[in-house]
């Protein structure tokens, strides 16, 4: 570790020699200096409400992100290209295909409400809802359906520019507590005749194999000793064989258990046959035929196919004195890493401007998305989720192969886990587990959404100081979403159905100031007005007690009527007025004051408006004193409250409408009680900042340091059950965020045929919970499979994991004992439940280098996150089932790990402490511990690492990595070779995407999986592989 960190360290202090061998003239060759320093200190922003700001006036943190680093190395969910390059913002990814990207900037701030950024494209606010149900989002299965911004086509994009603490959002108001990511898409430029581009580009992935299970290959399926004789026909079982007469003839033959998804039975032996689950279908070649008891080529991890994404996209832009114009088209076809899985998705944009008068400009942007998806990938412990088998509970002796051969033959669900031999008719049944590519061809899924963001926008130039902007601008979308179960599937056929309808639309009116007062004295402020409506329309409906005809998935082929269908529909209103004013002192000293007044529908008439102020100040001291190695400098300070509403419908009770009873209506009260009292949620924030230019803006640093105070958070808490309602709507709990910032660039060089830059991003956040309701002691924000819970408990961080933690002793080190009985042996000492693990990283950073030479270009992306924890219920299952390597294999005596530990076999546990299981002190705890090493049985579930004896905290794991993010290298044809073809350039470029996690702690998975977009992270179940991808890219322009 200690390594690990000197090398971050190392690229720091390269940063500063590199700039400081530049100040000294750098590599031999003519050096390009092209006013660099001037183009820093005009260098133009855009900040809240789309306003367009000389950087260096700016009171408060802004990055960006050119849109090139955005479409460098291409990821489904563009949010994904923006990890590791942006200080403060941290991006986790589900891993799924068309999975959801999760998106905080400075920490969690609302113990139990959104967390996510706020999207602005070319100032329309968009929707990044994330339809997701609970149960999945707590791994108990379903499909990861994303986020609605993904919807954003990655080559429309001019550039990302991220707004971080509470003064750069506050003129959004109760809707941008968490940050913003504003995006400006491309526009046409003035040209002589029109220009025309096309990108032509594919990627293709395979599984990262040191994110997957590595199968031991030495013992077949079951359980352990449990099943029949010691011998059969001669030949020694161990009792870990069912002994069946298959044939008839009277004589016991050797069967594996079929019913048993674990792999605790016989030792493979290819001279010893067996018969098999493939001896159970008479639609099969090997129907009653016994087989050798061989380990299979194949496993788990055959189940994933090449995965394929193409674009192919084409732009036209113009312009002249009278305007501008950019159409273009985008079309995304996808393949994922599951068979059957397929995602396809169509962007249609345009953006123009018309200079209708020497005072009238008017603009306009439209884009049109068409996204439709089928076989996305199930998540958590779920049937349709191949890795909950794979990962947890799985036969090792399965030829993965076979399955596909099977189902691609028969059609049908030929399984490994049938009832077996001696269940009659239902001998051939799934008892747990369906053939997977039955489940991804037969159980799969589709959804589709249409959507329109556009808005028509005209300024008017009242005189040379003074302006006026107008727009009204509109994000709408509808979504479809079907899932299915079909017949002769372990879970009971179904078909549901969800429709879902969102538009949101936006009236603004600015109000532009901007005129130097004196010759000392700059004025720029705005004063304007926002009117908001928001509204959604929601259905679902399944069918019910399975259906009547197979293949045939309509609501009508119930077998028994339908619950009566969920419905959901509200419109939420906010009305906001808003002013800045920021005045200027000799180019040095700038003060900016902001103010917004929103009133909303989600509050009660007694609360529902309310005030957010902001105040910041820039002193750029480089303009007061003069040493030649230092460009620009500037200290910023700001202070600012933003906040939050209530969400919809938590003011007045609805309630649920059920299935009538003969002529009589039913309803339900809600689960949640809602609050007519509620007060909106609170976010104080103090941030302080310098940036700094040296040796001719060759060096650069930006620094920041941050405090962040959310109070009145709207929450959820327990009440009597007397109330009628599980839980009730409150303004309680108080989260405070503290964290640094640091942003690092420089040149190291630059000569006319040679240009290397390095780009450093190190974000370090710590979170404390403060208060909750009153006495609460624990407010649980999540409570998953395996008895781990997530919470926020007051004086402790935001999302710790809690669970059956081992018993330690005084030098840290795990305590073991031997626990009596006929399957005992060295055990883990289990102790009470306690904090596990955190979900939160320590620090994050991502270091990017490029290079120019010649016509070349190149990249490289390292991101790396340090700290921070996750439950896998993956190797808790699987440990326990034995499908890992290290549950076999040979232990350091040379003896098999599956001989008895008394036999010199065993799994040696090192660096523990033994206690006797009786010496306790005075206050009756386990005391008298003795240090060392122990070997501990594995030849059965009950083992000491699996989920039948194993403390949870054995299985609570480092989330750090550091991984190779992308690479990419371009080519820039000459334009003497093709100008005479008409083409005005030609760039081909290689590019790879997650090709290596060069260092990890945790085994057998990604430290970044997860299972979807939200405040509950930190757990794995069934996690999906990394893929590594490499593709292509052509770019041509005429």
Same mark, same amino acid.
């Given at each position: 570790?200690?390594?690990?960190?000197?090398?971050?360290?190392?690229?720091?202090?390269?940063?500063?020699?590199?700039?400081?061998?530049?100040?000294?003239?750098?590599?031999?060759?003519?050096?390009?200096?092209?006013?660099?320093?001037?183009?820093?200190?005009?260098?133009?922003?855009?900040?809240?409400?789309?306003?367009?700001?000389?950087?260096?006036?700016?009171?408060?943190?802004?990055?960006?992100?050119a849109?090139?680093e955005? $479409?460098?190395?291409?990821?489904?969910?563009?949010?994904?290209?923006?990890?590791?390059?942006?200080?403060?913002?941290?991006?986790?990814?589900?891993?799924?295909?068309?999975?959801?990207?999760?998106?905080?900037?400075?920490?969690?701030?609302?113990?139990?409400?959104?967390? #996510?950024?706020?999207?602005?494209?070319?100032?329309i606010?968009?929707?990044?809802?994330?339809?997701?149900?609970?149960?999945?989002?707590?791994g108990?299965?379903?499909?990861?359906?994303g986020?609605?911004?993904m919807d954003?086509?990655?080559?429309?994009?001019?550039?990302?520019?991220?707004?971080?603490?509470?003064?750069?959002?506050?003129?959004?108001?109760?809707?941008?507590?968490?940050?913003?990511?504003? /995006?400006?898409?491309?526009?046409?430029?003035?040209?002589?005749?029109?220009?025309?581009?096309?990108?032509?580009?594919?990627m293709?992935? !395979?599984?990262?194999?040191?994110?997957?299970?590595?199968?031991?290959?030495?013992?077949?399926?079951?359980?352990?000793?449990?099943?029949?004789?010691?011998t059969?026909?001669?030949?020694?079982?161990?009792?870990?064989?069912?002994?069946?007469?298959?044939?008839?003839?009277?004589?016991?033959?050797? $069967?594996?258990?079929?019913?048993?998804?674990? !792999?605790?039975?016989?030792?493979?032996?290819?001279?010893?046959?067996?018969?098999?689950?493939?001896?159970?279908?008479?639609?099969? +070649?090997?129907?009653?035929?016994?087989?050798?008891?061989?380990?299979?080529?194949?496993?788990?991890?055959?189940?994933?196919?090449?995965?394929?994404?193409?674009?192919?996209?084409?732009?036209?832009?113009?312009?002249?004195d009278?305007g501008?114009?950019?159409?273009?088209?985008t079309?995304?076809?996808?393949?994922? /890493?599951?068979p059957?899985?397929?995602?396809?998705?169509?962007?249609?944009?345009?953006?123009?401007?018309?200079?209708?008068?020497?005072?009238?400009?008017?603009?306009?942007?439209?884009?049109?998305?068409?996204? +439709?998806?089928?076989?996305?990938?199930?998540?958590?412990?779920?049937?349709?989720?191949?890795?909950?088998?794979f990962?947890q509970?799985?036969?090792?002796?399965?030829?993965?192969?076979k399955?596909? #051969?099977?189902?691609?033959?028969?059609?049908?669900?030929?399984?490994?886990?049938?009832?077996?031999?001696?269940?009659?008719?239902?001998?051939?049944?799934?008892?747990?587990?369906?053939?997977?590519?039955?489940?991804?061809?037969?159980?799969?899924?589709?959804?589709?959404?249409?959507?329109?963001?556009?808005?028509?926008?005209?300024?008017?130039?009242?005189?040379?100081w003074?302006?006026?902007?107008?727009?009204?601008?509109?994000?709408?979308?509808?979504e479809m979403?079907?899932?299915?179960?079909?017949?002769?599937?372990?879970?009971?056929?179904?078909?549901?159905?969800?429709?879902r309808?969102?538009t949101?639309?936006?009236?603004?009116?600015?109000?532009?100031?901007n005129?130097?007062?004196?010759?000392?004295?700059?004025?720029?402020?705005?004063?304007?007005?926002?009117?908001?409506?928001?509204?959604?329309?929601?259905?679902?409906?399944?069918?019910n007690?399975?259906?009547?005809?197979p293949?045939?998935?309509?609501?009508?082929?119930?077998?028994?009527?339908?619950?009566?269908?969920?419905?959901?529909?509200?419109?939420?209103?906010?009305?906001?007025?808003?002013?800045?004013a920021?005045v200027?002192?000799?180019?040095f000293?700038?003060?900016?004051?902001?103010?917004?007044?929103?009133?909303?529908?989600?509050?009660?008439?007694a609360?529902?408006?309310y005030?957010y102020?902001?105040?910041?100040?820039?002193?750029?001291?480089?303009?007061?004193?003069?040493?030649?190695?230092?460009?620009?400098?500037?200290?910023?300070?700001?202070?600012?409250?933003?906040?939050?509403?209530?969400?919809?419908?938590?003011?007045?009770?609805?309630?649920?409408?059920?299935?009538?009873?003969?002529?009589?209506?039913?309803?339900?009260a809600?689960s949640t009680?809602?609050?007519?009292?509620?007060?909106?949620?609170?976010?104080?924030?103090?941030?302080?900042?310098?940036?700094?230019?040296?040796?001719?803006?060759?060096?650069?640093?930006?620094?920041s340091?941050?405090?962040?105070?959310?109070?009145?958070?709207?929450?959820?808490t327990?009440?009597?059950?007397?109330?009628?309602?599980?839980?009730?709507?409150?303004?309680?709990?108080?989260?405070?965020?503290?964290?640094?910032?640091?942003?690092?660039?420089?040149?190291?060089?630059?000569?006319d045929?040679?240009?290397?830059?390095?780009?450093?991003?190190?974000?370090?956040?710590?979170?404390?919970?403060?208060?909750?309701?009153?006495?609460?002691?624990?407010?649980?924000?999540?409570?998953?499979?395996?008895? /781990?819970?997530?919470?926020?408990?007051?004086?402790?961080?935001?999302?710790?994991?809690?669970?059956?933690?081992?018993?330690?002793?005084?030098?840290?080190?795990?305590?073991?004992?031997?626990?009596?009985g006929?399957?005992?042996?060295?055990?883990?000492?289990?102790?009470?439940?306690?904090?596990?693990g955190?979900?939160?990283?320590?620090?994050?950073?991502?270091?990017?280098?490029?290079?120019?030479?010649?016509?070349? $270009?190149?990249s490289?992306?390292?991101?790396?996150?340090?700290?921070?924890?996750?439950?896998?219920?993956?190797?808790?299952?699987?440990?326990?089932?034995?499908?890992y390597?290290?549950?076999?294999?040979?232990?350091?005596?040379?003896?098999?790990?599956?001989?008895?530990?008394?036999?010199?076999?065993?799994?040696?546990?090192?660096?523990?402490a033994y206690?006797?299981?009786?010496?306790?002190?005075?206050?009756?705890?386990?005391s008298?511990?003795?240090?060392?090493?122990?070997?501990?049985?594995?030849?059965?579930?009950?083992?000491?690492?699996?989920?039948a004896?194993?403390?949870?905290?054995l299985?609570?794991?480092?989330?750090?990595?550091?991984?190779?993010?992308?690479?990419?290298?371009?080519?820039?044809?000459?334009?003497?070779?093709?100008?005479?073809?008409?083409?005005?350039?030609?760039?081909?470029?290689?590019?790879?995407?997650?090709?290596?996690?060069?260092?990890?702690?945790?085994?057998?998975t990604?430290?970044?999986?997860?299972?979807?977009?939200g405040?509950?992270?930190?757990?794995?179940?069934? +996690?999906?592989?990394?893929v590594? #991808?490499?593709?292509?890219?052509?770019?041509?322009?005429?």
């Amino acid at each position: 570790m200690k390594r690990r960190v000197q090398y971050i360290t190392l690229a720091m202090a390269t940063v500063f020699s590199f700039g400081a061998f530049a100040q000294n003239g750098g590599e031999t060759g003519e050096v390009e200096t092209n006013n660099l320093g001037i183009d820093k200190l005009e260098e133009v922003v855009v900040t809240a409400l789309g306003i367009s700001r000389e950087k260096k006036t700016v009171g408060y943190a802004v990055q960006e992100v050119a849109g090139d680093e955005v $479409t460098r190395a291409k990821a489904d969910n563009f949010m994904a290209s923006l990890s590791g390059k942006i200080a403060g913002v941290n991006v986790t990814q589900s891993g799924t295909m068309g999975g959801s990207a999760n998106v905080v900037i400075r920490g969690y701030k609302s113990l139990t409400g959104n967390n #996510q950024a706020l999207f602005v494209v070319d100032g329309i606010p968009i929707s990044n809802q994330i339809t997701n149900t609970g149960n999945q989002k707590t791994g108990r299965g379903g499909y990861d359906y994303g986020n609605a911004a993904m919807d954003i086509n990655p080559e429309d994009i001019a550039k990302v520019t991220v707004l971080k603490g509470a003064a750069a959002t506050a003129l959004y108001g109760s809707r941008a507590s968490n940050g913003v990511i504003l /995006i400006t898409t491309k526009k046409g430029t003035k040209r002589d005749g029109l220009g025309v581009s096309i990108t032509y580009g594919s990627m293709r992935g !395979s599984i990262d194999p040191n994110t997957y299970v590595k199968y031991q290959k030495e013992f077949g399926a079951g359980y352990g000793p449990y099943y029949g004789p010691d011998t059969l026909n001669g030949y020694f079982t161990d009792a870990k064989i069912v002994a069946y007469d298959v044939d008839g003839d009277g004589i016991l033959d050797p $069967t594996i258990p079929t019913t048993e998804d674990a !792999s605790f039975g016989l030792r493979f032996d290819p001279n010893y046959d067996v018969y098999t689950w493939e001896s159970l279908y008479p639609e099969l +070649a090997t129907y009653n035929q016994a087989q050798p008891h061989a380990a299979p080529d194949t496993d788990g991890s055959d189940f994933f196919e090449e995965s394929v994404t193409t674009n192919k996209s084409v732009s036209i832009d113009g312009g002249s004195d009278m305007g501008s114009f950019r159409v273009g088209m985008t079309q995304y076809d996808t393949k994922g /890493i599951a068979p059957g899985s397929e995602m396809q998705r169509n962007n249609f944009s345009f953006n123009g401007s018309l200079n209708a008068s020497d005072k009238l400009t008017v603009t306009t942007t439209a884009n049109f998305i068409q996204q +439709a998806a089928k076989g996305r990938n199930g998540t958590g412990y779920d049937s349709k989720n191949p890795n909950q088998s794979f990962r947890q509970w799985w036969n090792v002796g399965v030829d993965v192969d076979k399955l596909k #051969q099977y189902y691609e033959q028969t059609g049908k669900n030929i399984t490994w886990n049938p009832y077996g031999y001696g269940a009659g008719s239902s001998s051939t049944s799934p008892i747990y587990f369906d053939n997977a590519y039955f489940s991804a061809y037969e159980n799969y899924q589709n959804d589709s959404r249409n959507r329109l963001i556009g808005n028509v926008a005209a300024t008017y130039e009242i005189n040379d100081w003074l302006s006026v902007l107008a727009r009204a601008s509109v994000d709408t979308y509808s979504e479809m979403q079907e899932e299915r179960v079909a017949v002769t599937s372990v879970d009971l056929s179904r078909y549901g159905r969800k429709n879902r309808s969102f538009t949101e639309s936006n009236l603004d009116l600015v109000l532009t100031a901007n005129k130097q007062l004196t010759d000392d004295i700059s004025f720029n402020g705005n004063l304007g007005a926002n009117s908001r409506r928001t509204s959604v329309d929601y259905i679902s409906a399944a069918t019910n007690g399975g259906l009547v005809v197979p293949g045939v998935y309509a609501l009508s082929n119930s077998a028994s009527t339908p619950d009566a269908p969920y419905e959901s529909a509200y419109t939420v209103g906010v009305d906001g007025f808003f002013a800045r004013a920021s005045v200027g002192y000799k180019n040095f000293l700038y003060v900016d004051l902001t103010g917004r007044q929103d009133k909303s529908s989600t509050l009660p008439a007694a609360n529902n408006t309310y005030f957010y102020p902001s105040a910041t100040l820039s002193l750029i001291f480089s303009e007061l004193i003069d040493v030649d190695a230092i460009s620009f400098g500037k200290l910023r300070f700001n202070t600012a409250q933003v906040g939050s509403d209530a969400p919809a419908q938590a003011l007045l009770n609805s309630y649920n409408m059920g299935t009538a009873f003969g002529s009589t209506s039913l309803a339900s009260a809600p689960s949640t009680d809602n609050n007519a009292n509620l007060l909106p949620e609170v976010t104080n924030s103090t941030e302080v900042g310098v940036e700094m230019m040296f040796f001719n803006n060759r060096v650069g640093l930006d620094v920041s340091l941050y405090d962040q105070t959310s109070s009145n958070q709207i929450m959820p808490t327990k009440v009597s059950s007397s109330t009628g309602s599980i839980y009730k709507y409150v303004n309680a709990g108080v989260i405070n965020n503290k964290g640094i910032e640091l942003s690092l660039s420089a040149t190291p060089v630059r000569t006319d045929d040679f240009e290397w830059n390095m780009n450093l991003n190190w974000t370090k956040n710590t979170n404390m919970v403060e208060s909750l309701y009153g006495d609460l002691e624990s407010l649980q924000l999540a409570s998953v499979q395996g008895g /781990i819970t997530i919470e926020a408990r007051p004086g402790q961080a935001y999302g710790n994991i809690y669970g059956v933690a081992n018993v330690y002793d005084d030098a840290g080190r795990r305590v073991v004992y031997d626990m009596p009985g006929s399957y005992g042996g060295v055990r883990y000492l289990r102790g009470d439940k306690d904090v596990i693990g955190n979900i939160n990283p320590d620090w994050m950073a991502g270091l990017n280098n490029s290079f120019r030479f010649g016509n070349f $270009t190149a990249s490289a992306l390292l991101d790396m996150r340090m700290g921070g924890n996750f439950f896998s219920l993956d190797t808790y299952y699987g440990f326990g089932t034995g499908i890992y390597d290290i549950t076999a294999g040979t232990n350091d005596l040379g003896n098999s790990v599956r001989d008895l530990a008394a036999d010199g076999g065993g799994v040696k546990v090192t660096d523990v402490a033994y206690w006797d299981g009786a010496t306790v002190d005075a206050d009756g705890n386990p005391s008298g511990f003795v240090p060392g090493d122990y070997y501990a049985d594995m030849h059965y579930y009950a083992n000491a690492f699996g989920w039948a004896r194993a403390p949870k905290d054995l299985h609570v794991y480092d989330a750090s990595y550091l991984k190779l993010r992308e690479v990419s290298l371009s080519y820039s044809v000459p334009s003497d070779m093709i100008a005479s073809y008409g083409i005005q350039g030609l760039d081909i470029g290689l590019s790879g995407r997650n090709l290596a996690i060069l260092w990890k702690n945790a085994p057998y998975t990604d430290p970044e999986a997860g299972l979807s977009a939200g405040n509950i992270q930190g757990y794995q179940s069934g +996690a999906w592989p990394a893929v590594r #991808q490499i593709g292509w890219n052509v770019n041509i322009k005429f």
